[in-house]
């Protein structure tokens, strides 16, 4: 099964993301978390990525594309992967199509978390995220048990460099300019699935899980 989350900064992609590759065994590639590990590192690529991600623009194109193609043709999405924030321009969803269908591949569904605009701005400048294993925690919404660390691994929590108001306003612009187009190809393409993301983490996961395992069934993926 192979699946795109689709959705503004701040709607839950990863946080959902994951509790679908947990669940159904498939990899969670965030391209976010690639290039903020890369930054981490300090490696060329990874620093010139970092330069473009503080501010919340766009990576360009050529860039992420490459990287992301050479990703899912891993052994470890042989039976899927789940995409979380990669294509968000039409040029990376016209790629991934191609590289796909030359192998014999496609994408089967693509989950659009939908949330209110001041929602988003409140998920964001509230998030705090683990330095090492990409899960992410809220300081009102999703607590941590123990303030400042992972529940799932204990590592230190950290607030992202592009969380701050400034690049927030920017990347919520990016995402109505580049990505929202998105949601017209996929819908031509009949694969898109709306899901109502204002709702509380578990009701969300609820929904997407119960769409999930009823495509599943029906032999849809
Ligand atoms: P990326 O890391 O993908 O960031 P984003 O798209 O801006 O999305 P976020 O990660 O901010 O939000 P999310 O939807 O994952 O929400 P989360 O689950 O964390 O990209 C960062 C940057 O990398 C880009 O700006 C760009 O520079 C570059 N980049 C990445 N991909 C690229 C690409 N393809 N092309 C070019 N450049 C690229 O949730 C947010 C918060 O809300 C958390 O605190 C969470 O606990 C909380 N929360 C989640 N769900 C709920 C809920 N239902 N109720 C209450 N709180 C909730
Ligand atoms: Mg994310
Ligand atoms: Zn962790």
Excluded: W
Excluded at 56 to 74: M, Q
Aim: one cysteine or more; a negative charge; aromatic letters at 8%.
């Amino acid at each position: 099964m192979n699946v795109v989350f689709l959705g503004p900064p701040g709607a839950g992609k990863g946080t959902q993301a994951l509790k679908v590759s947990e669940f159904f065994g498939f990899p969670h590639i965030s391209t976010g978390d690639m290039f903020r590990k890369a930054a981490s590192e300090g490696s060329p690529l990874g620093l010139k990525a970092k330069s473009f991600m503080d501010k919340g623009d766009l990576i360009p194109d050529e860039v992420v594309t490459g990287v992301v193609i050479d990703r899912i043709a891993e052994e470890d999405c042989g039976s899927g992967f789940i995409l979380d924030g990669f294509p968000r321009t039409l040029p990376q969803a016209v790629e991934l199509d191609k590289a796909l269908g030359e192998s014999g591949d496609k994408l089967d569904i693509v989950i659009n978390i939908d949330v209110d605009r001041s929602e988003l701005v409140r998920r964001l400048t509230g998030r705090r995220m683990c330095t090492s294993c990409g899960s992410s925690f809220h300081v009102t919404f999703n607590p941590p048990a123990r303030e400042g660390f992972c529940d799932s691994c204990g590592s230190e929590l950290f607030q992202r460099a592009d969380d701050s108001e400034e690049s927030v306003v920017n990347r919520l612009k990016i995402y109505d300019e580049q990505t929202e187009p998105l949601i017209e190809y996929y819908g031509q393409e009949n694969i898109l699935k709306t899901i109502d993301g204002g709702r509380s983490i578990d009701e969300v996961s609820d929904s997407i899980s119960e769409f999930l395992n009823g495509s599943k069934k029906h032999n849809v993926v």
